[in-house]
């Protein structure tokens, strides 16, 4: 029991380590190895959660060496949800894209396992580190895996797209460890914690502002903040469907996590806010971000390329939100890494059904889709009220947050970016709904042929459907989210 805090990480790890080697002996077996490690990295995550709201943080000291010196696993109240959230979403997708993935990468699913379990071997350690340097090796193990996963999707566009993400995702790292490199300069220290005490009398200090600004580009080129989007629409659109359903709920939603664990434990809200003063700058980049991603979307006519351009919007909502720079914003803003996280991989869900059966999701495809695949339109529908903000599903009470803390900092434009934004996105789905519903079948299926009903398999359309109800459960639940996971952190 006190090594979970280890076993979350550990777990894929081996897994990874024992699925490649069954590729090469047996590899029917990669696949209930890769499951067997996300089930037990899950119940660890889930038992690390429960200790934290029993007991208190978690500081786990790797191989037994003492920090500042060893590495530390630090967990409290929000990285313990941020792990049971990635774990649970890991291996629900695994149980829902089994198909996907035999019917993607029939000749690669072995490499496909491999590799996914190591992204979640970086998620997951970039959840739970509480060292800088350690957490810029975990960012990099988790990137390395996407750019490979990325390359294996399609088989024309997939390499290019990976490509581009490597370019920008180096230049990304390279700031972040430009930035810890300056921070270890300064204080002579890596630990988040010990960091954070030896530069709070350094207010005035250039290296440690060099620190924090370089550390910031970084981690906002990694979450995609536009204009440093770029990489993102073509990465998580061309990525195979059982990495697309994790990747896009995920990557950026943890990059989030990591500006604002580095804003809250490093560097403190006194020094961002009051020294600095950069609140009004970033809301404003925040604003333009929501702004940008729902313009952006409404031209695409691909499902996949839209959704990953409201992506861009969504971090809009959490970079203004956590840069409001009262409690409401900060709320807000870490409700919806939860909340954004279900609803986005809900509609990856949905969009991987479809492409199982379709192949393609090009708006022209989806004729008649509500009677073909009702089951699926059923999740997804519900999923796209969420990101609406339709009460009493989770996304209204994040976005609720957000809009009156924005109020509180006098912060109107970006109140008036998040309500547009929520026009934008019912627009945008509702053009879908309409493809869906209203457009009859083209090719064989004239007005008055029956629909033949053709649905994704059983295990995928439990996966939605799960996803989908626990939407409006977590939304009915939020209060209690707030009060025993996110204000105890923000204390």
């Known amino acids: 029991m006190n090594n979970y805090p280890a076993l979350v990480v550990i777990a894929p ?3 990874a380590f024992f699925a490649g080697i069954a590729a090469w002996v047996e590899e ?5 190895l890769a499951l067997a490690a996300m089930g037990i990295s ?10 934290v709201l029993a007991s208190g943080t978690i500081s786990y000291r790797m191989a037994g060496w003492a920090p500042p010196m060893g590495i530390e696993y630090r967990i409290d109240t929000l990285n313990a949800v941020v792990m049971v959230l990635i774990s649970g979403i890991a291996l629900v997708n695994l149980v829902a894209s089994y198909r996907n993935v035999q019917q993607e990468t029939p000749d690669r699913s072995s490499a496909f396992y491999v590799m996914y379990l190591l992204f979640l071997v970086g ?21 390395l895996t996407s750019y490979t996963m990325i390359a294996l999707g399609d088989r024309d566009r997939g390499p290019l797209a990976s490509l581009n993400y490597v370019f920008i995702g180096v230049i990304g790292a390279s700031f972040y460890l430009l930035g810890v490199g300056y921070i270890y300069i300064q204080t002579g220290s890596l630990n988040m914690m010990d960091v954070a005490g030896i530069i709070r009398g350094m207010e005035g200090s250039s290296t440690v502002l060099a620190a924090f600004i370089l550390c910031m580009l970084g981690i906002w080129i990694k979450m995609a903040l536009f204009p440093l989007h770029v990489w993102l629409p073509n990465a998580y659109s061309y990525a195979p469907v059982g990495f697309a359903r994790i990747v896009s709920p995920l990557m950026t939603k943890v990059m989030v996590y990591v500006m604002v664990r580095l804003m809250i434990t490093v560097f403190g809200l006194d020094y961002i806010f009051t020294t600095l003063n950069l609140s009004k700058s970033v809301v404003w980049l925040g604003t333009i971000a929501v ?3 729902g313009i952006m979307a409404l031209g695409q006519k691909n499902l996949k390329k839209m959704l990953t351009y409201i992506i861009v919007c969504e971090i809009g909502y959490m970079v203004g939100g956590a840069w409001l720079g009262n409690e409401l914003g900060m709320t807000g803003a870490i409700l919806h890494i939860i909340n954004d996280a279900l609803m986005t991989f809900a509609l990856f869900l949905a969009v991987g059904n479809m492409v199982y059966k379709l192949k393609t999701v090009d708006f022209t495809d989806l004729q008649g889709l509500f009677g073909k695949m009702p089951w699926t339109m059923a999740g997804f529908v519900l999923a796209a009220f969420s990101i609406v903000g339709v009460p009493p599903t989770c996304g209204f009470f994040s976005k609720w947050y957000l809009i009156l803390g924005a109020f509180e900092a006098g912060a109107y434009h970006f109140a008036a970016a ?5 026009l934008l996105c019912a627009i945008l789905f509702f053009r879908v709904f309409e493809i869906c519903f209203f457009e009859p079948m083209s090719e064989g299926h004239g007005h008055g042929e029956a629909v033949v009903m053709e649905e994704a398999p059983v295990s995928s359309l439990a996966a939605l ?5 626990s939407l409006i459960l977590v939304g009915i639940y939020s209060g209690t989210i707030v009060d025993t996971i996110i204000l ?4």
């Open 42 to 51: 899950a119940f660890s995550a889930v038992n690390n959660l429960i200790t």
């Open 465 to 469: 459907g799960i996803v989908s109800l």
């Open 28 to 32: 029917r077996l990669t696949y209930p």
């Open 123 to 143: 998620l997951l350690g970039v959840t739970a580190t509480g060292d800088l340097f350690n957490l810029y090796v975990l960012i990099e193990i988790t990137s």
């Open 13 to 15: 790890l081996l897994g």
């Open 488 to 491: 105890p952190f923000l204390k």
């Open 418 to 422: 998040l309500l547009i934004s929520s």
């Open 291 to 293: 702004l940008a991603g």
